[in-house]
């Protein structure tokens, strides 16, 4: 399966971008980028995908490097209220269409 | 909005006691999960199933077993439950195909003592 590489942790102040980086170089090309984010005692919720173009939807956008071997996901202003684990996760289709959870990013936002 | 619930958030057992958790989901969703989550290990994925009456081992499948026996329920059983399968547990469904997003429930918290 292939992996990725996340800091442990992060900081950020509150209405400033964030900028959570990933690296995954074993990439294969049918694998999809997804990044989930998990909030104090809930469980992971889904925040954006791609596969090669860049992406933005209300939560975030996902910008990916040409050669598909990193990704960041950016926050353009943070809140207190996306004080949270960040997953980078690999996905495929061929691979029963598990997700395989590394140990994420601990984002934390001050006020 | 897509609804996954889980029988209990907080669960306390004790050694050799069965152990059934149940997850529901109103989404009409062919798969569903049941994965562990640990300090320092992230979620690994424990079973899943594609379809009633259908499932196939995760990562770590040994000590459990599951039962789907409708489309919207998938139960997670520990058969002889054990100090070392203490953790929280998180259930999810997603859409067989065309979709990505797995929806996860809020997880229950087992202790086992």
């Known amino acids: 399966d292939a992996k990725t590489t996340q800091p442990n942790s992060m900081e950020s102040n509150e209405e400033e971008p964030v900028h959570l980086p990933c690296n995954h170089s074993?990439?294969?090309?049918?694998?999809?980028i997804h990044w989930y984010r998990q909030l104090p005692s809930q469980g992971p919720e889904y925040v954006i995908h791609g596969l090669t173009s860049n992406v933005n939807n209300r939560m975030a956008s996902l910008a990916i490097a040409e050669d598909r071997k990193s990704s960041t996901l950016i926050l353009h202003r943070a809140t207190l209220r996306d004080a949270a684990v960040y997953y980078c996760i690999l996905y495929s289709s061929y691979n029963t269409d598990k997700l395989i959870f590394g140990t994420g990013t601990r984002l934390q936002v001050f006020p | 909005d897509v609804k996954v619930t889980q029988s209990s958030r907080y669960l306390v057992k004790r050694t050799g006691e069965k152990v059934f958790l149940e997850c529901v989901q109103d989404m009409d969703h062919e798969n569903m999960f049941w994965y562990r989550q640990d300090p320092g290990l992230g979620l690994r994925l424990i079973y899943f199933?594609?379809?009633?009456?259908?499932?196939e081992k995760g990562d770590i499948p040994e000590g459990y077993s599951v039962s789907r026996e409708k489309k919207e329920r998938f139960s997670l059983i520990l058969e002889s439950a054990s100090t070392n399968q203490t953790s929280m547990y998180l259930c999810?469904?997603?859409?067989?195909?065309?979709?990505?997003?797995?929806?996860f429930g809020p997880g229950t918290r087992l202790t086992v003592t």
């Open positions: 999810a469904s997603s859409v067989r195909t065309g979709s990505y997003e797995q929806y």
């Open positions: 074993t990439i294969s090309g049918t694998d999809y």
């Open positions: 199933s594609y379809d009633v009456k259908m499932k």
